[in-house]
């Protein structure tokens, strides 16, 4: 079974903080996401990776930087939280294109991330 | 714009009951949909997927359908049980599997 897992189930920082949210996924997996979610609005995509070493912006990147430096593992990096980066965040992780027409986003658990 | 629109917000049921949830899209190019299940707490999993190609598919309970000419898609829940509640996320995917575009997904709840 594909595992993507994230660190932190829940979290609790101060405004101010910098804070890091890791996500690692054992399936050699290409394409890692990571994605807040909140009521009403769905998930919405802060930051994608398509390789090692390789970024993309979403729809939402401000306040929010990433790295990955190895293909197994995902970081999300908020450089000085803030209260309206409350929210659950998501981590997924799926196979280039190219091995699977009709690949599947595998979904961590979760981290639900207070900021105070 | 790729937007994905769910209906409705949410919904509450009796055990046993049958129900269909409802998801349009303007998405281009299209690759497939899926719709996930999403359990309060934990990560959305997949329960269908529909290629452009599909008109009907079903996983135990659950049947989605596909029409692309009219870019919408359903979820039939039948025969509902407890374990059903959750939110339902339909998710269509664009640019050959790079992108996956989320609507905001159905609230369900199913009460005894």
Known sequence: ?116 | KNQVEQSPQSLIILEGKNCTLQCNYTVSPFSNLRWYKQDTGRGPVSLTIMTFSENTKSNGRYTATLDADTKQSSLHITASQLSDSASYICVVTLNYGQNFVFGPGTRLSVLP
């Open chain 1, 1 to 116: 079974d594909v595992k993507v897992t994230q660190s932190s189930r829940y979290l609790v920082k101060r405004t101010g903080e910098k804070v890091f949210l890791e996500c690692v996924q054992d399936m050699d997996h290409e394409n890692m996401f990571w994605y807040r979610q909140d009521p009403g609005l769905g998930l919405r995509l802060i930051y994608f990776s398509y390789d090692v070493k390789m970024k993309e912006k979403g729809d939402i990147p401000e306040g929010y930087s990433v790295s990955r430096e190895k293909k197994e593992r995902f970081s999300l990096i908020l450089e000085s939280a803030s209260t309206n980066q409350t929210s659950m965040y998501l981590c997924a992780s799926s196979l280039w294109w190219s091995r699977a027409l009709n690949t599947e986003a595998f979904f961590g658990q979760g981290t639900r991330l207070t900021v105070v």
